[in-house]
């Protein structure tokens, strides 16, 4: 299994396909394979795409228990030193696109276009409170806290509610880019939402997109949050990437 050793973090990452590197940034209850599952193979086919875990999730190694999405935006920067990718197509979804929109804010001579998924630059609605590990034991979501145990195992080292109290601080806190900052991001960038999304509603699609200088956003017809795995319209999204890119290549 591939793992990248630095500041005492064991990151580890999924690596396949040839051609020019994309990297696909997972949200904040998943991991990198995971969340972009109905991606994998057809991105493959014409690009090299890394599905790194981020800081705290999947099977990534610390010895803290403590992360935060600045601290993941320096991570994805010493995550491509380390494998020597000057240069990078940034796939994000939630969390992940948070992540993303800081890096072409602070980073912007590493990220060659921007794609997010179910995120817009900003903080979210608030929907966090659900996730409080006592309400969630206290409700019975047994399904929910075994899915956070079995996924985060290794990052978490078994202690799930510090894992969550992490990701619901998070949540509250970032992305948080005032309107200069995202006026300020260069890369070709694309918004992609569900119909149904409540956490990054068409409003403020439309207000990222006005900042954000050789931007656009898709809104996909009857999805919610996430518009690109089964169940939803992988299909649809996947194309309106793959176009993407092919219209930006390095």
């Not at 696909?24 to 109905?38: K, Q, T, V």
């Not at 994000?92 to 912007?108: I, L, N, T």
């Not at 409170?129 to 047994?142: A, D, H, S, W, Y």
């Not at 899915?147 to 510090?162: F, L, N, V």
Request: charged share 20%; hydrophobic share 35%.
């Amino acid at each position: 299994m591939p793992y990248v050793k630095f500041d005492n973090l064991e990151m580890y990452y999924e690596q396949m396909g040839v051609g020019d590197p994309v990297l696909l940034l997972h949200s904040g209850f998943s991991r990198g394979i995971l969340a972009f599952s109905s991606q994998m193979l057809d991105f493959q086919r014409k690009y090299t795409c890394y599905f790194p875990d981020f800081r705290g999730h999947g099977r990534t190694r610390s010895n803290s228990l403590i992360w935060s999405s600045p601290q993941h935006v320096e991570d994805i920067i010493e995550f491509m030193n380390q494998l020597h990718i000057p240069k990078a197509h940034f796939i994000g979804y939630g969390m992940g696109g948070g992540v993303s929109f800081h890096c072409a804010v602070s980073h912007p001579h590493r990220i060659a276009s921007l794609t997010s998924i179910g995120q817009c630059g900003f903080v979210a609605c608030d929907g966090s409170e659900e996730f409080e590990p006592e309400l969630l034991l206290q409700n019975g979501r047994e399904d929910f806290i075994n899915s956070m145990k079995e996924r985060h195992m290794e990052a978490h080292q078994g202690d799930w509610q510090e894992f969550l109290r992490q990701k619901i601080k998070d949540w509250r806190t970032y992305p948080r880019l005032s309107d200069e900052e995202l006026s300020s991001i260069a890369c070709p960038s694309l918004l992609i939402a569900g119909q149904y999304d409540e956490l990054a509603p068409e409003n403020d699609l439309k207000r990222a997109t006005a900042l954000i200088r050789n931007s656009r956003y898709v809104i996909v017809p009857g999805c919610s949050h996430r518009p690109h795995m089964i169940g939803e319209n992988p299909s649809f999204v996947n194309e309106t990437i793959l176009q993407f890119l092919k219209d930006n290549s390095l």
